[in-house]
């Protein structure tokens, strides 16, 4: 990592937030491995108590073998006595005014102590009952927020989102703050205090845990797929509605994977977002599968997103009023499709097949890919339902026979048909989200399943931000990206965004004489030569990830 985004963080108190989530520790690792001189890191954790809070990180963080480069380079004694100095755990919640921080000396201590806030925390779940998506993903960040403006030195918030708050939008997705009421489908306009009271309203009504298709019908009444991005978007819409002269970053990944290099490859957590597909049909329990074949699948490794951030802090802190958001993904720079993920999965476990209780290797089928949710209705109908009501006969005159076997399947059905429509809007998205800052800059692997190419290491990037609006600022991004000398034509236009998008997608999508292999290789070869021109021009602005 650069040495000038190292030092920044030497002598930095830092409040990290939804820890001990996935990304919240692999950020924590990196801020300790590269830079211990970190004055303090304070870390919000769900717990009643500061002793309930100690054992939480120990047994849910610091014991993690996400730490074993650290435990190795240090040893044991060194890593708690680092941990124990620099490392503050803080029973707390965001969706509590202050944080739900009780010690009032605490309190106040942070409040002075405390430069960078980097909220982390979220309710992840597609389906998550309404109450708890607002509480959390809308007004949690408020609170964050809140408390921020109360620290004395405070220099940056960086809140993390998600890519998918742009919606089922077809076509390239710009990094694109959200104004205060606004709506994806323009039906009317969204009051968040109207939805606060709408919520209270429903939660009188709630009988069941589960999130109702009422509240899901109320996000795509506003064009948002689920509650999910749906309290996530307003949550961005309070950050900029109420930020003051505060600098807030906004990150907002795809689907976070596996790491790809920091502290080592392949580290993960459970099983996230598409791993849990390909484990499935690695069982062999999955026949069927809802996906457009040539839709892209956004991928990004959690150390990348954790990069972005550290990269974002250090450039933006302390730039008094400023707003920035950063898309962090893959579906731009190196897509990769749901065929070629399905291609890849089936060669993989022909070779190495799984190995099934009895102790024989699994064999898996190439299995079949829907387009459209119809066609996967019919199927399911065909395959599963109609002998399912055959049961069902059976069931009501000989029901002595199969016992709850009938209700049994039928649950597994219709649970199976609900959780497809609630990734219905990501394994048929068609966006192409668009990252103005090319901090991913990694390719996947062609040549082998599941592997990203070893050649392309994030750590020799460099990445070019393009901040002001002035046309020599955009001319210097253009020169960067092209690795020509335009900068003179540009400036005296001033050129706008929109203009640098048409360039770009028109270089992207080829124009009859390109083939996209050649553009690629066209690309990267102008980048690389033209980001030495371009540190020159935009110091500060230019930083290895």
Known sequence: MDSKCVQFFQNKTILVTGVPGFLAKVFLEKILRVQPDVKRLYLLLRSSDNESAMERFRTE??????????RNDLGDANLKNLVLKK???????????????????????????IEIIVNVAATTNFDERYDVGLSINTFGPLNVLNFAKKCVKGQLLLHVSTAYVCGEK?????????????????????????EMELMKQKLKELQ?????????????????????????????????????NLPLVIIRPTMITSTFSEPFPGWIEGLRTIDSVIVAYGKGRLKCF???????????????????????????????????????????????????????????????PLVGRDGSPIIVSKGTILSTMSQFSFYMTLRYKLPLQMLRLINI???WWNGNKYKDID??????????????????????????????????????????????????????????????????????????????????????????????????????????????????????????????????EVITV
Request: glycine share 8%.
């Open 170 to 194: 077809p076509g390239i997705l710009p990094e694109k703050t959200f104004k205060m009421g606004e709506t994806l489908n323009s039906n009317g306009k969204l009051v968040i205090e109207t």
């Open 397 to 399: 005159v000989y029901p």
């Open 61 to 70: 963080v610091l014991e993690k073998d996400l730490f074993r480069v650290l």
């Open 411 to 540: 649950r597994k059905i219709n649970l199976a048909m609900r959780l497809v429509d609630l990734y219905r809007p990501y394994v048929l998205f068609k966006g192409i989200v668009y990252c103005l800052c090319d901090v991913q800059g990694f390719l996947f692997s062609r040549n082998c399943s599941f592997q990203f190419a070893s050649h392309f290491s994030v750590n020799r990037i460099q990445c070019t931000r393009n901040r002001t609006r002035s046309g020599a600022s955009r001319a210097t991004f253009h020169s960067a990206f092209t690795g020509t000398n335009n900068s003179a034509s540009l400036s005296s236009k001033g050129t706008s965004t929109r203009e640098i998008w048409s360039w770009v997608k028109s270089k992207t999508v080829g124009h009859g004489r390109y083939r996209r292999s050649e553009v690629r290789a066209e690309m990267f070869g102008q980048l690389s030569s033209g980001l030495e021109a371009a540190w020159t021009k935009l110091k500060g």
């Open 87 to 113: 490392v503050a755990p803080i029973p707390g919640d965001i969706s509590v005014v202050n944080l739900g921080v009780k010690d009032s000396d605490l309190l106040q201590h942070m409040w002075n102590e």
């Open 290 to 352: 809802l996906a457009d074949s040539n839709s892209v699948l956004d991928l990004i490794p959690v150390d990348m997103v954790a990069n972005a951030m550290v990269m974002a802090v250090a450039i933006h802190a302390g730039k008094s009023g400023s707003q920035d958001v950063y898309h962090v993904g893959s579906s731009c720079k190196n897509p990769i499709t749901f065929g070629k993920l399905h291609d890849l999965a089936a060669r993989y476990f022909t070779k190495s």
């Open 208 to 244: 069941k845990q589960e999130c109702s298709e009422e509240e899901i019908a109320q996000a795509k009444l506003h064009g948002w797929p689920n509650t999910y991005v749906f309290t996530k978007s307003m949550g961005e819409m309070l950050l900029g509605n109420h930020r003051e």
